[in-house]
């Protein structure tokens, strides 16, 4: 375990450089959209002294470089800065959808880890079986179908039609737990299906390795039941990309799903990012991407940890 | 004596179980700021409409009535407007209405840097206060759209204590003097309201809680109506109505809106005016005559939208029954453009994408094939489409405008030379004149008589080809009772309630 710590602290040093690096690009690629946020707050009047003042109040003529500066020392001290729309503080803002986001992430991830897992372990153990096919069937049906469709289905069905759950009307948990679970169920059902083919393809494969392997067919060979050969020996050694692949995933969802919040009306990260860069919000878009970069970063170095405590052997180098 | 009672308790009973209520209303958009002087927003105007009280307001006739204002007079030359203000209203923070109260917010509207009312406001000279409830505003020069402009945000009134410590942060938490106060707000979800009990006319509105709910997607929006969630879903597709119609428990109110959706021809701004239709009206005309209105309107909207032909809806004494929506007529759009010598214009159509824009355009550019018109369809999103318009950037942009109550609001600025929203730069000094004219007598029917004027000249030079006016389509529970539709698109609360 001695070397988890300084492994830690090196990845902590290199993702610096990368947060950086990716603000930057995130930065330049909005100033590189055409439009002009300054317009589209003016409104439909569009009074010209109102534009000019605006410009000179948020920076907005000041060369490129500047402008960065600007708002990159202002996130060293904390500030985030503004968002043009509304006068919000951008840390207020990512306070508020933050923690959306991520319940709806951790809530898909479980969806998808619950039907994905045992369909791709199912897959793998009786390969070439109807079982098999069908959990193929199942994992390119959740790949394919469109989610915003798939959420406007189940919302006539399960809201409309048989009223078993509300079809929009967030509440934080905080608020009010039990609604908060009642409109969470259905956008997390979506998300995780759509994401579970995927697990279930890395499941199947990385367990059809580990079952090749020698030491399965010495396990078999002991006389143990077939479940216990699949569960407590096979599937514990294919768990290693499976980390990886759900850290990836996860990471996705941290971005916030967009069509699927829009859908089901959950007020999360991705709504705001993309109203954001309608709106030519740069303040909110270069918060929401900093929040989404390290998220992604330290994501990846959790699952990292993860594959090091699983695999002792990777801990010697 | 006994029955007497029950009665009695009854209603008493019927009273609080109404007044506990929550009215839930679903938004097509989120609000802006919520600050009348910067705010932009349609939707931010519907939660205006129950917060914040304004100096007039319009009846469902487009009549201007009073509001917070009883009464108003002009002088013979009409440079002075004066209010005569209501009694005995107090914002919501306590603070009392008065005339100082409305001089602080016209200022307001007129200085701070945020604010858009600006244009609105740039008749109006001073604010005087004349005694506690009489308000006197003096003018640069006759102004006959001030009146409609302050049935809007530009009339609306913010508590002036509570303004100056916010500054530009009010829209965050603000306190005006209608009859719901602001409570609570999570971006792009919802916002609550509660009844200020304090409102000059608090037993008229039965709720006891107004919650916004922002539900972007049409389908969704519906599909929370249909499930209980919502009470009132604004701005229901018109391809949903007949459905929603056919439930039982919904009831469907829809209002020709005041604004209108049409092209915007470039005439003269920059390089791309010089391509033909931008040249020659006959080209222009030929297009507006390939267009079957009606049938644009009943393929991309099921019948709901009306056809238009001028700049102003049916609702507004200033619509000119001598202009109707053109029918369609091929053989005199070919000869238009055959003597025109361009058989075959090519026009690049821009537009916002969204799929109902898609729809549009894809129809008008198979009508105006038929024609010999090679329409080419480019569309981009909207901070993209504004700019490629200011900047000249276009030959062709389907776009259109939400519609003011006044005439002038639908036309001014879009048709003066160098106009804030003359996008295509059209520029003719009668036009000007005219325009100019109908601003300085609040004469009903000589207004009337310009606006005519003026037609006959936009209508034949074509600028703008007019298409269609939208309809504001509310879709509402059955329970609902006492809801009227304004032309304005605006939701009010008077007099509404939920039927057990």
């Known amino acids: 375990m001695s070397g988890v710590i300084p492994y830690v602290v090196r990845r902590a040093l290199t993702a610096l450089p990368t947060i950086a690096i990716f603000a930057c690009f995130v930065f330049l690629l909005q100033k590189l959209l055409p439009g002009d946020p300054v317009l589209a707050m003016a409104g439909e009047d569009r009074d010209p002294a109102t534009i000019a003042a605006l410009r000179l109040q948020y920076h907005l003529d000041d060369p490129l470089p500047l402008q960065f500066l600007h708002w990159a020392k202002g996130a060293l001290a904390g500030d ?60 390119l049906w959740g790949v394919s179908i469109p989610t915003f469709w798939f959420g406007i289905v189940l919302i006539i069905i399960v809201s409309v039609n048989l009223q078993w759950l509300p079809a929009s009307g967030y509440a934080s948990i905080a608020e009010d737990p039990w609604q908060n679970i009642r409109t969470m169920i259905l956008p997390a059902f979506v998300l995780g299906n759509a994401q579970a083919g995927i697990l279930m393809r890395h499941t199947r494969s990385s367990m059809l390795e580990v079952l090749r ?29 499976l980390v990886t692949v759900t850290a990836v995933l996860l990471g996705q969802l941290l971005a916030g799903a967009v069509l699927t919040e829009q859908v089901f009306s959950i007020p999360g990260f991705g709504k705001m990012l993309v109203d954001a860069v309608f709106n030519r919000d740069y303040a909110v878009v270069q918060g929401v991407a900093l929040c989404t970069g390290v998220g992604f970063i330290v994501l990846n170095l959790l699952a990292d940890i993860a594959q090091l405590l699983l695999n002792p052997r990777l801990r010697a180098s | 004596m006994k029955t007497g009672f029950l009665i009695a308790g009854a209603l008493a009973l019927s009273a609080t ?60 030359d009409g440079k002075v407007l004066t209010f005569k203000l209501r009694d005995g209203v107090t914002f919501q923070d306590g603070e009392p209405f008065n005339a100082a109260a409305v001089k602080y917010n016209i200022e307001r509207d007129k200085t701070m840097p945020e604010s858009i009312r600006k244009a609105e406001l740039a008749s109006v000279d001073t604010v005087e206060v004349i005694d506690p409830l009489t308000v006197r505003f003096n003018l640069k020069k006759p102004d006959s759209t001030l009146l409609a402009a302050l049935t809007d945000r530009s009339g609306m009134m913010v508590a002036p204590e509570a303004a ?9 938490n603000p306190v005006c003097s209608g009859p719901y106060k602001f409570v609570e707000r999570v971006q792009q979800d919802h916002i609550t309201l509660a009844r200020d009990p304090n409102y000059w006319n608090a037993k008229a509105f039965s709720f006891e809680k107004i919650v916004f709910r922002t539900i972007p997607d049409s389908t969704a929006r519906l599909a929370s109506l249909r499930s209980g969630d919502l009470d009132i879903a604004e701005r229901v597709e018109p391809t949903d109505v007949k459905e929603l119609e056919a439930q039982k ?11 209108y959706q049409g092209l915007t021809i470039n005439v003269a701004n920059g390089p791309a005016s010089k391509a033909p239709i931008g040249q020659d009206k006959r ?46 007529d091929l053989d005199k759009a070919k000869a238009l453009l055959k003597a025109a010598g361009v058989e075959h214009p090519v026009l690049n159509l821009r537009y916002t994408t969204s799929s109902r824009g898609q729809k549009v355009n894809e129809i008008i550019q198979a009508m105006a094939a038929e024609a010999g018109f090679d329409v080419k369809l480019v569309s981009t999103e909207f901070a993209t489409q504004m700019k ?30 160098g106009g804030g929203l003359n996008d295509s730069h059209y520029c003719n000094q009668d036009v000007d004149k005219i325009l100019g004219d109908a601003r300085l007598t609040t004469d009903v029917a000589a207004r009337k008589a310009l606006y005519e004027k003026f037609n006959a000249i936009a209508l034949d030079e074509l600028p703008i080809i007019y298409l269609y006016f939208e309809k504001w389509i509310w879709g509402v529970t059955a329970k609902l009772q006492g809801f009227t539709p304004y032309p304005d698109g605006m939701i009010r609360l008077e007099g509404v309630k939920l039927a057990q």
């Open chain 1, 80 to 139: 985030l800065g503004e968002s043009l729309r509304n006068h919000d503080t951008v840390i207020h803002l990512i306070a508020q959808k933050l923690p959306v986001t991520i319940e709806l992430a951790l809530l898909s991830t479980l969806f998808s880890l619950l039907i994905g897992i045992p369909a791709g372990i199912l897959a793998a153990a009786k390969k070439g079986s109807v079982w098999d096919n069908l959990a193929r069937g199942v994992a």
């Open chain 1, 213 to 241: 392997q020698d030491y399965v067919r010495t396990a078999r060979a002991k006389g143990l039941s077939e479940m216990r050969v699949v569960m407590a020996h096979a599937f514990r050694n294919a768990l290693g990309p």
């Open chain 2, 17 to 76: 179980a109404a007044s506990a209520q929550t009215l839930r209303i679903g938004l097509l958009d989120d609000p802006d700021l919520l600050d009348p002087a910067p705010g932009k927003s349609f939707v931010g105007r519907i939660v205006f409409q129950s917060m914040c009280d304004k100096l007039v307001d319009i009846s469902p006739d487009l009549k201007i009535v009073p509001r917070l204002a009883l009464s108003w007079e002009t002088t013979e």
């Open chain 2, 164 to 172: 100056k410590q916010a500054g530009a942060k009010f829209g965050l």
């Open chain 2, 249 to 259: 428990g919904f009831k469907v109110f829809s209002v020709v809106s005041l604004g």
């Open chain 2, 283 to 328: 080209i222009r005309q030929a297009l507006s005559l390939a267009i079957d209105r009606q049938g644009l309107v009943d393929a991309a909207f099921d019948g709901q939208f009306v056809p238009a032909g001028q700049a102003v809806p049916p609702v507004s004494p200033y619509y000119s029954d001598k202009f109707p929506p053109p029918a369609r």
């Open chain 2, 388 to 417: 490629v318009q200011t900047d000249g950037d276009f030959e062709g942009s389907q776009i259109g405008w939400s519609g003011r109550p006044d005439p002038d609001g639908n036309i001014y600025s879009f048709y003066v030379c």
